[in-house]
């Protein structure tokens, strides 16, 4: 099998998770001319209950196959790599249908009594098939992660996004004649389609990979059950916490929108503007925020294999390094996001929506997303080494403490919304000084100051001349030639401030794959 460097697998998945986000956009911005504003709302209040039960149908297991398979690895066990897929698949399938039919079984009740809505009915049961693929599907890429090939993963999110974009589209428009809650069910049901489109794209490789070690789906003998004991005990270590901190964050993610109406409620604000304002921050401030997860993500994917491995051999200078690049590479590339969308934050809400208040939910919450990007990695980081239980509970902690400063803050009216945005900063902030003091307590920690501290200079001038470019000189150009134009010569300088101050370097550029080594005699050595 085809097996990449930490850091070239980490660079195929970031590229693939950008495409990926940019084409998710297409039927975020296509999607509500078809099914209007009341049909996406029924669309998207499947999601919390889909979200749960995806949850609770993966059970964690692309964390824990991914860990598994790359500790049997680096010991060259091929047998016990392949009885954990076995084991894995056989679970999640019994597991997903299970899901599945409880979904679609209390489907009425939740759509009359928790969503308040009858409509919302028809969505719930056209996403429910998305259940056994999607577990499917997470188990086959914790496989390949584990085994540190990333070129699956991405294609295959590559082939959903690009399945799901006519899928969705197309449906939604099919069924729109018969209602707005028939072509939210079709919308729903375009994203099975395309998690289908992903699932076999991931099967292709499979057949490719596989079939040259001999490997057997049923392989029913009295040593394999004994062994499937002991490894379904080591796969539960790290599938138990990460299904319990994600339950967690599903919780909340129930529990947010009520904390939010009623704080503001309390402030004053009516139920239709409280809805309105809750809007703008959870549909157009946080997924821009959220833009630059793509690349952390990817990171977070890659090093939970390369942690685990360098960790089965004892090589804890190693699993510092591999941390040293995640950390380094997240701050490099999401520093500047985070840059721009603080100085360009109204300008690019008025572009996106002609919302440019929502521009001051990002303002606020753009300088803390530093602590968002390297969180992702951390968490990767602590169940690479075994800590995921370290990890759960400092996303507890986070959560409550998130949901109480929420209370705290958006109940006062000279905050409002305000409140909801300085609540979400605190928990950021919180659950990754968290993670850094756990891994802290596990590894010698060396954070090389002089690097973070050259990056941050560079982010300060690139925001100082952003700042001045978009209102001096490209103040003649259109609203999106501003935006765009500042960006660009944003990013220009801070590449230019990388290399010029040693953070950027040949050795980097050399790890970029196919195009890498043609670039890399044109910069200098770090």
């Given at each position: 099998?085809?097996?990449?460097?930490?850091?070239?697998?980490?660079?195929?998945?970031?590229?693939?998770?950008?495409?990926?986000?940019?084409?998710?956009?297409?039927?975020?911005?296509?999607?509500?001319?078809?099914?209007?504003?009341?049909?996406?709302?029924?669309?998207?209040?499947?999601?919390?209950?889909?979200?749960?039960?995806?949850?609770?149908?993966?059970?964690?297991?692309?964390?824990?196959?991914?860990?598994?398979?790359?500790?049997?690895?680096?010991?060259?066990?091929?047998?016990?790599?392949?009885?954990?897929?076995?084991?894995?698949?056989?679970?999640?399938?019994?597991?997903?249908?299970?899901?599945?039919?409880?979904?679609?079984?209390?489907?009425?009740?939740?759509?009359?009594?928790?969503?308040?809505?009858?409509?919302?009915?028809?969505?719930?049961?056209?996403?429910?098939?998305?259940?056994?693929?999607?577990?499917?599907?997470?188990?086959?890429?914790?496989?390949?992660?584990?085994?540190?090939?990333?070129?699956?993963?991405?294609?295959?999110?590559?082939?959903?996004?690009?399945?799901?974009?006519?899928?969705?589209?197309?449906?939604?428009?099919?069924?729109?004649?018969?209602?707005?809650?028939?072509?939210?069910?079709?919308?729903?049901?375009?994203?099975?389609?395309?998690?289908?489109?992903?699932?076999?794209?991931?099967?292709?490789?499979?057949?490719?990979?596989?079939?040259?070690?001999?490997?057997?789906?049923?392989?029913?003998?009295?040593?394999?059950?004994?062994?499937?004991?002991?490894?379904?005990?080591d796969l539960s270590r790290v599938a138990v916490p990460v299904t319990a901190s994600r339950l967690v964050g599903n919780a909340m993610?129930?529990?947010?929108?009520?904390?939010?109406?009623?704080?503001?409620?309390?402030?004053?604000?009516?139920?239709?503007?409280?809805?309105?304002?809750?809007?703008?921050?959870?549909?157009?401030?946080?997924?821009?925020?959220?833009?630059?997860?793509?690349?952390?993500?990817?990171?977070s994917v890659s090093l939970v294999p390369a942690i685990s491995e360098a960790a089965a051999q004892g090589n804890y200078s190693l699993?510092?390094?591999?941390?040293?690049?995640?950390?380094?590479?997240?701050?490099?590339?999401?520093?500047?996001?985070?840059?721009?969308?603080?100085?360009?934050?109204?300008?690019?809400?008025?572009?996106?929506?002609?919302?440019?208040?929502?521009?001051?939910?990002?303002?606020?919450?753009?300088?803390?997303?530093?602590?968002?990007?390297?969180?992702?990695?951390?968490?990767?980081?602590?169940?690479?080494?075994?800590?995921?239980?370290?990890?759960?509970?400092?996303?507890?902690?986070?959560?409550?403490?998130?949901?109480?400063?929420?209370?705290?803050?958006?109940?006062?009216?000279?905050?409002?919304?305000?409140?909801?945005?300085?609540?979400?900063?605190?928990?950021?902030?919180?659950?990754?000084?968290?993670?850094?003091?756990?891994?802290?307590?596990?590894?010698?920690?060396?954070?090389?100051?002089?690097?973070?501290?050259?990056?941050?200079?560079?982010?300060?001038?690139?925001?100082?001349?952003?700042?001045?470019?978009?209102?001096?000189?490209?103040?003649?150009?259109?609203?999106?030639?501003?935006?765009?134009?500042?960006?660009?010569?944003?990013?220009?300088?801070?590449?230019?401030?990388?290399?010029?101050?040693?953070?950027?370097?040949?050795?980097?550029?050399?790890?970029?794959?196919?195009?890498?080594?043609?670039?890399?005699?044109?910069?200098?050595?770090?």
């Open positions: 099998m085809r097996k990449q460097s930490f850091f070239q697998g980490t660079l195929i998945l970031i590229g693939a998770g950008i495409l990926t986000r940019l084409l998710g956009f297409i039927p975020r911005i296509a999607l509500p001319r078809i099914i209007g504003a009341e049909g996406v709302g029924l669309y998207t209040m499947a999601a919390p209950t889909l979200y749960l039960m995806i949850t609770l149908a993966t059970f964690g297991l692309n964390v824990a196959v991914s860990k598994v398979v790359a500790e049997a690895e680096a010991r060259r066990d091929i047998a016990r790599m392949q009885n954990t897929l076995r084991l894995s698949l056989a679970f999640v399938l019994v597991l997903s249908l299970a899901m599945m039919g409880l979904m679609i079984g209390l489907a009425p009740l939740i759509s009359r009594y928790l969503l308040t809505d009858p409509r919302s009915y028809y969505p719930l049961v056209g996403i429910a098939p998305i259940l056994p693929i999607v577990a499917v599907s997470s188990v086959l890429r914790g496989y390949f992660q584990g085994r540190q090939n990333m070129v699956p993963t991405a294609m295959s999110s590559i082939a959903e996004a690009a399945f799901r974009i006519v899928a969705v589209l197309g449906l939604a428009w099919t069924f729109q004649p018969y209602g707005v809650a028939y072509a939210a069910m079709g919308a729903m049901i375009g994203v099975v389609v395309g998690e289908f489109g992903s699932l076999c794209v991931l099967l292709l490789y499979v057949r490719r990979s596989l079939w040259h070690e001999r490997f057997a789906w049923w392989n029913h003998t009295a040593k394999t059950m004994r062994r499937s004991w002991t490894l379904a005990s993610y129930f529990i947010e929108p009520i904390a939010v109406t009623q704080s503001l409620a309390i402030a004053g604000i009516g139920t239709t503007v409280a809805t309105s304002l809750y809007g703008q921050l959870e549909g157009m401030a946080i997924p821009l925020l959220l833009m630059p997860t793509a690349i952390t993500y990817s990171l699993i510092n390094r591999r941390l040293y690049q995640a950390l380094r590479l997240s701050i490099v590339i999401g520093g500047p996001c985070a840059v721009l969308l603080y100085v360009l934050a109204r300008p690019l809400c008025d572009l996106l929506w002609r919302a440019p208040e929502v521009g001051r939910l990002l303002e606020i919450m753009a300088p803390f997303s530093l602590f968002l990007y390297v969180q992702g990695p951390l968490s990767a980081a602590l169940q690479g080494l075994d800590r995921a239980r370290e990890a759960m509970r400092n996303s507890i902690i986070g959560a409550v403490v998130k949901t109480a400063a929420i209370f705290a803050f958006a109940t006062q009216p000279r905050l409002g919304i305000d409140g909801v945005a300085i609540a979400i900063n605190i928990g950021m902030v919180l659950v990754t000084l968290l993670h850094l003091s756990s891994l802290a307590r596990t590894l010698s920690l060396t954070l090389a100051l002089r690097d973070y501290g050259k990056t941050g200079l560079a982010l300060l001038l690139m925001g100082y001349i952003a700042r001045y470019a978009y209102d001096a000189w490209f103040a003649g150009l259109s609203l999106g030639g501003r935006v765009f134009a500042t960006g660009a010569l944003a990013l220009l300088v801070y590449t230019v401030l990388l290399v010029w101050l040693r953070v950027l370097g040949r050795q980097d550029i050399q790890r970029i794959p196919w195009i890498g080594d043609v670039l890399a005699p044109y910069f200098p050595k770090r």
